[in-house]
């Protein structure tokens, strides 16, 4: 049996070694390594992102304001804030604003609401067939490249001036986002997780319903989330071209009348639809990032 | 195409705890992979039991590398998964699961998600998923290479005890032959790149063994002959290679 070492006899090191330059560095025995605790966070600290965005938008309209009432320009060239603010409270008392919304709405919840039934499924099939997706990448590529909304005059020609022709742009416009996005979920599944479902013996279809469709969800939300703005600007394009009813029609008059407080008015209104809109699909994402492949 | 196993010929008998270790390059992963039907053989014959193995099966488990777990689905889903593949009754997978994961000791995770564990709580995971099949080969796949030296002789200890509690017949891929001889009843050495069978190795250390039995001389003495046996290969690919 070898004596064990006795920590306690050797020489206090390294607090014994000097040099001739400096003096010994001792370190006392006792003394236990303390940090300093670092400062709690303030309200202030934590909410500093929105609280200096929050200010930063409030300048921004009270320098406008200011610009605005300086009247440098007529109302009718730049309208403030307030004005914009007069000319949506009189939309809402005519009655007038509530149809546009109505009718914008509807176009874009069908639109939106067939493009994610199209693009969701279409898009798995092509990410998890190749050759399908060797057939119709061509079109895809041609249609995604192309503003679709060249494609307004054909589809006025084909459906008219009310509302189907403003569906066929949205729809359009927001399928090919959510198409492209759920491809590229199947295509970027985890291979280790692939491997594993076969080596426990799943089925094509399993693997299919196990793996590669809840592999998807972060991306078919990405997908989602983009064909928001493009639906958006379908509904507003496709209405400036011609329509019966619609914010974009209300915008497109109010313009040629240069009533530009209601032309504001409506692009808050669309603004905020997209924020919306936006803003809960993101926080879905966030909530499924943690889906994605990990590299 | 590139041949990287030839000729391995060796049987292993059932319940026995069989380690493979080489060179690095040699093939272990490949011959696994080969025995868990993931990939076709060129030539020769992997039986189980007699029947020609050709797919995978629910008579194999592989153990991965990385976790490999579904992020989806919790501790509990996870280890389902392989079960639901049985087409067995759903209350019956459940307690299967939930038997299998008490027993690799994640009984108190059953609801986390993988991203929530540690590395080698994953790996737990992994083992239990693929224990919970109830295979008659459990295929290991070098499970602990990416752990950390404290956690993965933890996870050795582990293994031994659930493996006593299952006594499956276990193949285990490892490039770490302390871990090897640690585990096995025989540790089978593979030759440089095509991979063969260069010796097997049996391990006469007497079971149950515990961590301390790596300081052990005949521990010791076993596992210098496997090293120098793989020094001796990995010069030999090192030589060919400059050739």
Redesign the interface.
Known sequence: MEEPIKYDSLPNFPGEIATADMGPTRVPRDSAVRTTPLPPQTWLRRHEALLIGTVAVAAFFVAWQGVASARIWSRLFLPGPVDVWEAFVELVKDGELAIDIAISGQEFVIGYALAALVGIPFGLLLGWYPRLRFAFDPFITFFYATPRIVLIPLFIIWLGIGIESKIAVIYLGAVFAILINTIAGVRSLDTSLLRVARSFGASDRQIFRTIALPGSVPFILTGLRLGVGHALIGVVVAEYVAAQHGIGRMMMIAGSTFQSSKVFAGLFLIAAAGLLLTYGLQRLERHFDAWRPQR | MLLAVDGVTFDIADGEFVAIVGPSGCGKTTFLNAV???LPLTSGTLTLNGKQID????DR??V?Q?P?L???RTVLGNVM??V??LRIPKDEALTRAKRFVELVGLGGFVES?P?ELSGGMQQRANLARALA?DPEVLLLDEPFAALDAQTRETMQQELLRIWNETRKTAVFITHDIVEAVYLADRVVVFTARPGRVKEIVTIDIPRPRDLRVKRHPRFVEIETRIWESIREEAARDALAASA
């Open positions: 868990d039907g993931l797919r995978p099966g629910h488990a592989m991965f990385q490999s579904l992020p989806w998964y392989g639901e593949m998600y991203l099949v």
